[in-house]
């Protein structure tokens, strides 16, 4: 072998020593990327909101001196009604929850009753109490005024593999193939149902590896979301184009 065919390997073998290193370092635990197994199984399932294998919280910084049921709004709640209550890919607390009324019964309910809030099961009364406290004070307040600010993203980790842009980098999945809406909620980039020639903004491989982010707007079965309406509608069902014609059966 020449010279010039031994350097060759040895700086490819030195970027794939390089590349590894930098996505091993998902989190100082190792937890959230580990480069044999990836991102946890729930990392992009709206049944894990809130709980340490869940994305958001991943990259959340809570904020500091708040009550309890302030942190655990932030890392259950916001995602889908906002910092404010006013709703964002979930409906607005404040048209759901009359001033006044116990948040308690209607949090409960909706845990119970709507399959997109059952991740939230494993809140005990006690952290429920806590949200309900805090819900219902944020909902007596107009809006501009929120008891407390808007949670910080820690993304640093994050751009390692996705790119500082965090529109694909090396791992060719952009974060923009779903939080591409108003304020990082939910949306999907241009090219998402046609451009098959960019993994990073077409639906296709996120919908193999991912499946589980798409139910939380599509529904369980992915026949369609009535529950979180918004002003943008609701996400259809995956089969009124996967139908054999248009695209593949799933």
């Known amino acids: 072998m020449s010279q010039i065919g ?16 930098g996505c091993g370092k998902g989190s100082d635990s190792g937890k959230a990327f580990i480069p044999e197994a990836g991102h946890p199984e729930v990392w992009a399932s709206h ?4 709980s340490s294998d869940f ?4 990259i959340t910084s809570t904020p500091s001196g708040v009550s309890s049921g302030a942190v655990l709004y932030v890392l259950h709640c916001v995602a889908c009604h906002g910092v404010d209550g006013l709703g964002r890919i979930g409906p607005s607390l ?18 119970a009753a709507i399959p997109l809030m059952r991740g939230h099961a494993d809140l005990s009364q006690a952290q429920i109490l806590d949200i309900s406290g805090y819900v219902a004070g944020l909902i007596s307040i107009p809006p501009s005024v929120t008891p407390v600010a808007p949670a910080e993203r820690r993304t640093g980790d994050c751009s390692q593999c996705h790119g ?11 974060c923009f193939s ?34 589980s ?14 529950v979180l309406q918004s002003a943008a509608g609701f996400a259809p069902a995956c089969a009124s184009c996967h139908n054999g014609i248009t695209a ?3």
């Open 55 to 58: 994305h958001g919280t991943f």
């Open 213 to 226: 982010g798409c139910t939380t707007c599509h529904g369980a079965d992915l026949t369609g979301s009535a």
């Open 94 to 111: 404040r048209d759901r929850i009359p001033v006044g009324a116990d948040p308690t019964i209607f949090i409960n309910g909706a845990i």
């Open 47 to 50: 049944l894990a909101i809130g």
């Open 6 to 21: 031994k350097i060759r390997i040895c700086l490819a073998l030195f970027a794939m020593i390089v590349i590894s290193a």
């Open 164 to 174: 500082t842009s965090l529109d694909g980098g090396i791992a060719r999945v952009s």
């Open 248 to 250: 593949p059966v799933l």
């Open 178 to 211: 779903c939080h591409n809406g108003p304020d990082g909620s939910v949306g999907h980039p241009t090219g998402w149902l046609i451009g098959r020639e960019n993994p990073a903004t077409f639906h296709g491989r996120y919908g193999r590896d991912l499946v």
